[in-house]
């Protein structure tokens, strides 16, 4: 395990492999600076030289600067088939929250959540148990939960940064059932999409078909899910369309071939590579074209399924199940299209023009890719990836700019302006929410304050509202304002964090000391 973490990450970008992109951008650096010093020679005055030499600059740089994104942003993800167990008392491990540099997106998906009827209903109504838990423990930490998405018992959630709410646009979810020939969603895939600062990535989780001998079938429920999950987006309208997926779950697949005794025996050793070649994923990835498209770290720690509850000892029942990797985390950057015509790779780079290079590229390099044994609730132990997400933005300004104005307590009406700066299809049902730093979710507001339901707001014009003293909270404490569209169903924008002061009401009910705000009231 040591020996992976230290050893080199596993890394993709979507511009094809990064060697043969590596020197295709030095092919062509050649080729400007090679300009370059033609104009330097050729130029008969010194003015037009230097507007020349200027130019081929701007373009040798320009060049260089597609190939190196300019902010990098941490992805850890979680996969864990639960078995119908309630959560574990602590999941801060699980979720390395001490691990630097810090997590800026969370995704979290969970297979065999308990769906009982009657718990599955209780569910709808309010956040499940397991929903519960990992937003207490980010909350606190200053992670939202910017969607989920269940069916039955698999569970999908995503966190983010409180920063980044504005940046993430466009979220989606859909399901798809292969359970019982499709009419069940006992198994299956659940899905989220969304934009990230402008780079469209969708994450699935994924629960494919039991047992030894369905490996085939397994192949054929992915590439079902694939090709049939739909979303609203002209321009990302399935699954594979967007620039990077993350397919992970609950896969299912087994070691072939092997007894029972060689597989404790390599295992317990440490010789988990003699079982890689008879991993059904990593065999069935050599005869489908489509699973060749995904990635995946190399397995190093030990197979994940099947163990005694509340212990990392395997499987001691009458069924004895061999163990197996059956719990996975892939990825898949979108390929780029090949350009039409014959041409070996010189003749490519040659020929290359500035529309052929991605101006926006994603590099996605894998940092670690493991299991925890501490966790034993379940007979799976959860698997863990965390990712580098390296990416130049499209955008970088949030839809809508909103703040507080002067002084805010309970003991007088309190106003706020927005300003929307850019276009988008806003609503006289959007709202306003007030927050306590820390909050949980969208709907986790203290109150709200709908827009101005006139008129939509022009682009640049700055709107006041009035929060009326009854509706701001009576402690003080540290709050932000946030802007919720109905229609992309997100916070897109978001105001500075800010205080609010104790109000003379809560000193006279005696909620707060008398000098809680530094004056003697």
Sequence with gaps: ?????????????????????????????????????????????DDEASEEVSRTLDEAFQLCGRYIPSDAFRLHMVTWNVATAEPPEDVTALLQLDVQPPADLYVIGLQEVNATPVRFISDLLVEDSWSHAFMDTLAPRGFVKVTSVRMQGLLLLVFAKQAHLPFIRNIQTTYTRTGIFGYWGNKGGVSVRFSFYGHMVCFL???????????????DEIEYILENQEFDMSDTPYVRDHKVVFCFGDLNFRISDHGLHFLRSSINGGRLHLLWGK???????????????????????????????????????????????????????????????????????????????????????????????????????????????????????????????????????????????????????????????????????????????????????????????????????????????????????????????????????????????????
């Design 1 to 45: 395990m040591d020996d992976f973490i230290n050893g080199p990450r596993q890394r993709s970008d979507s511009m094809s492999s990064s060697a043969s992109q590596s020197s295709r951008s030095k092919t062509l650096l050649r080729q400007r600076l090679s300009q370059l010093l033609t104009c330097i020679e050729d130029m008969s005055s």
């Design 205 to 219: 989780n994924c629960h494919l078909a039991a047992h030894m001998n369905y490996a085939l079938q397994r192949v």
């Design 279 to 521: 991993d059904q994923l990593i065999m069935m990835k050599k005869k489908e074209p489509f699973l060749q498209e995904f990635e995946e770290g190399p397995l190093n720690f030990k197979p994940t399924y099947k163990f005694d509850r509340n212990s990392d000892t395997y499987d001691t029942s009458g069924k004895k199940r061999k163990p197996a990797w059956t719990d996975r985390i892939l990825w898949r950057i979108k390929p780029k299209t090949p350009p039409s015509g014959d041409f070996d790779d010189d003749e490519m780079a040659s020929t290359s023009t500035d529309e052929e290079i991605d101006e926006y590229p994603l590099l996605v390099t894998q940092d670690k890719y493991t299991s925890d044994m501490s966790y034993g609730v379940s007979d799976h132990k959860p698997v863990i990836g965390t990712f580098s997400l390296e990416l130049r933005k499209r955008l970088d300004t949030s839809l809508v700019h909103i703040s507080p104005l002067g002084v805010w307590s309970a003991d007088q009406d309190a106003l706020l302006t927005y300003t929307v700066q850019e276009d988008f299809e806003s609503s006289t049902w959007d709202w306003i929410g007030l927050y306590k730093v820390g909050f949980k979710s969208a709907s986790d507001y203290q109150t709200f304050v709908w827009v101005r339901e006139v008129d939509l707001p022009e682009t640049n014009e700055v709107i006041q509202i009035s929060v009326d003293k009854d509706e701001v909270p009576l402690l003080g404490g540290q709050y932000v304002l946030g802007y919720y569209s109905t229609n992309l169903q997100s916070i897109i924008g978001l105001s500075a964090n800010f205080q609010i002061l104790e109000s003379k009401r809560a000193v006279m009910e005696g909620l707060v000391p008398e000098n809680s705000n530094g004056i003697d009231k």
